[in-house]
T-cell receptor, first 113, second 114 residues
Framework: AQTVTQSQPEMSVQEAETVTLSCTYD???????LFWYKQPPSRQMILVIR??????QNATENRFSVNFQKAAKSFSLKISDSQLGDTAMYFC??????????FGQGTRLTINP | SAVISQKPSRDICQRGTSLTIQCQVD?????MFWYRQQPGQSLTLIAT?????????ESGFVIDKFPISRPNLTFSTLTVSNMSPEDSSIYLC???????????FGPGTRLTVL
């Protein structure tokens, strides 16, 4: 069974700083997908970024980028120029094919003014 | 991505009663999923809702407690039956469009059981 681990329960940075959230996972699969979702206090789960395991190039979405290390089974999220609206819970998730998402325990990120 | 709505957005229920949560999508989707998020916790899959067949439940979840319907490709319901305070959670539906290999979530239903 796949497992996802987020070792940072909480993080706090100043507005405009760069922050990196860590995620490691365990799987015996070769082809899979990794995701970062954001959950603000409104509780809506919002897709931040997606990585396909067969792609070596790290995914990027505007201020959000990932560092995907397949051999190390590591998938960190970097947020550049952080904004107050980035304050939320961030969940790392694993998925193989059209199957369930397996989530980490989440990191609570606070951006301070 | 598909636009997903859930009803109700929140509810407060009495012990022993049942609540049905609706999930509506603005386009036809193959896969629909129901997740539970207990207070301060991560998300756990309850079941996969299959159109035209029985839902597929994860270990620890049973049909008698969480009956699911999927009458067509745009709609599903989850019922939380014979509720107890331990059922107080956020319930979220998600969808995966065919070939997308990505799940998008509805806004969630916050359930409190007294």
């Amino acid at each position: 069974a796949q497992t996802v681990t987020q070792s940072q329960p909480e993080m706090s940075v100043q507005e405009a700083e760069t922050v990196t959230l860590s995620c490691t996972y365990d799987t015996s699969e070769n082809n899979y997908y990794l995701f970062w979702y954001k959950q603000p206090p409104s509780r809506q789960m919002i897709l931040v970024i997606r990585q396909e395991a067969y792609k070596q190039q790290n995914a990027t979405e505007n201020r959000f980028s990932v560092n995907f290390q397949k051999a190390a089974k590591s998938f960190s999220l970097k947020i550049s120029d952080s904004q107050l609206g980035d304050t939320a819970m961030y969940f790392c998730a694993f998925m193989k094919g059209a199957q369930k998402l397996v989530f980490g325990q989440g990191t609570r990120l606070t951006i301070n003014p | 991505s598909a636009v997903i709505s859930q009803k109700p957005s929140r509810d407060i229920c009495q012990r022993g009663t049942s609540l049905t949560i609706q999930c509506q999508v603005d386009s036809q989707v193959t896969m629909m999923f129901w997740y539970r998020q207990q207070p301060g916790q991560s998300l756990t899959l309850i079941a996969t809702a299959n159109q035209g067949s029985e839902a597929t439940y994860e270990s620890g979840f049973v049909i008698d407690k969480f009956p699911i319907s999927r009458p067509n490709l745009t709609f599903s319901t989850l019922t939380v039956s014979n509720m107890s305070p331990e059922d107080s959670s956020i319930y979220l539906c998600s969808v995966e469009e065919t070939g997308a290999d990505t799940q998008y979530f509805g806004p969630g239903t916050r359930l409190t059981v007294l």
